[in-house]
T-cell receptor, first 112, second 116 residues
């Protein structure tokens, strides 16, 4: 079946450090890929998405590129802020389906 | 415009009881999906409803059921609650059936259920 694997966390960084959170997927067909963020005590917010190979999703300084050859969608940010502290989820949805398949999530803590 | 709303925000039940969770989608959205998020894990798909019909079901027991109303709001029902049902229950809406590459699901804040 479909699955998403995220790098094990938690991740702790200092403010202004570079962030990478790895995400790889297994799916038949040609999924769309997403990064969602969950702040403490809240639901999920869409951070960015990409719908085809080599697409780059970007938002609020975060970027991720859909790499079909490596089945990856790694999240990056050049300079993190304390306010970026949250749990980040990588997810996929297949074009023939309507259910999101999520990874386990990666807890990010940014210290001042 | 208001986002996805869910009620109640928190709920405490005991084993064997029944619970009903409610969700109102973004105005104009016709599809509602339900997810269960156990502490420390990613959300797991439970149901999707579109135009009042069930369009998808995840790997959950028959104790879980749902329905969608003519105004596109939805209810999730769980019977005979178990301790393992304790989780954050998330509702998401999308404009159409969600079978299109460009569609995005927008999530509500969730209902946190604790079963004692």
């Amino acid at each position: 079946g479909d699955s998403v694997t995220q790098m094990e966390g938690p991740v702790t960084l200092s403010e202004e450090a570079f962030l990478t959170i790895n995400c790889t997927y297994t799916a038949t067909g040609y999924p769309s890929l997403f990064w969602y963020v969950q702040y403490p005590g809240e639901g999920l917010q869409l951070l960015l998405k990409a719908t085809k190979a080599d697409d780059k999703g970007s938002n609020k300084g975060f970027e991720a590129t859909y790499r079909k050859e490596t089945t990856s969608f790694h999240l990056e940010k050049g300079s993190v802020q304390v306010s970026d502290s949250a749990v980040y989820f990588c997810a996929l949805i297949k074009v023939s389906g309507s259910r999101l398949t999520f990874g386990e999530g990666t807890q990010l803590t940014v210290n001042p | 415009d208001a986002g996805v709303t869910q009620s109640p925000t928190h709920l405490i039940k005991t084993r064997g009881q029944h619970v009903t969770l409610r969700c109102s989608p973004i105005s104009g959205h016709k599809s509602v999906s339900w997810y269960q998020q156990v502490l420390g894990q990613g959300p797991q798909f439970i149901f999707q409803y579109y135009e009042k019909e069930e369009r998808g079901r995840g790997n959950f027991p028959d104790r879980f059921s749902a329905r969608q109303f003519p105004n596109y709001s939805s209810e999730l029902n769980v019977n005979a609650l178990l301790l393992g049902d304790s989780a954050l229950y998330l509702c998401a809406s999308s404009p159409n059936e969600g079978r299109y590459r460009e569609e995005t699901q927008y999530f509500g804040p969730g209902t946190r259920l604790l079963v004692l």
